[in-house]
Nanobody
Framework: QVQLVESGGGLVQPGGSLRLSCAAS????????MSWYRQAPGKQRELVAG???????NYSDSVKGRFTISRDNAKNTVYLQMNSLKPEDTAVYYC??????????WGQGTQVTVSS
C-alpha cells in the first residue's frame, strides 16, 4: 500500500506564490510517475504537471511558465512551485503516483484559493 500526504495549500492573493509538497510512503517502486492534478468546483479533475522518477516532466498549457514540478527521489517527495497565481488556479490539488506495475494512488487533496 502507498500513502500520499500533501501539504502547502492555502489562501493567496493573485500574483502570489505557493509551494505544494507531497510525501509518498509505503511500497514505492523506484520507477514511477508523480503528478499533480486539480479539480475546481463543477469541473473535471485535470492534470497540472507530472514528473517521472527519471526526470521527464510535462505540464498543462494553462500553467506552463508559471508552475514548476520537482522531486526528491531520496525522500519520495514531489513539489509544485506555483508562481503568478490567478483566480482560475483555485481548486483542490491532488497528488498522484503511478508505479511501474501500473498501480496508482491519490492523496487526500489540498485546497488552493487565489483571491484578493
Amino acid at each position: 500500500q502507498v500513502q500520499l500526504v500533501e501539504s502547502g495549500g492555502g489562501l493567496v492573493q493573485p500574483g502570489g506564490s505557493l509551494r505544494l509538497s507531497c510525501a509518498a510512503s509505503g511500497n514505492i517502486f523506484s520507477s514511477n510517475i508523480m503528478s499533480w492534478y486539480r479539480q475546481a468546483p463543477g469541473k473535471q479533475r485535470e492534470l497540472v504537471a507530472g514528473m517521472h522518477s527519471g526526470g521527464g516532466t510535462n505540464y498543462s498549457d494553462s500553467v506552463k511558465g508559471r508552475f514548476t514540478i520537482s522531486r526528491d527521489n531520496a525522500k519520495n517527495t514531489v513539489y509544485l512551485q506555483m508562481n503568478s497565481l490567478k483566480p482560475e488556479d483555485t481548486a483542490v490539488y491532488y497528488c498522484y503516483l503511478k508505479n511501474i506495475r501500473g498501480l496508482d494512488y491519490w492523496g487526500q487533496g489540498t485546497q488552493v484559493t487565489v483571491s484578493s
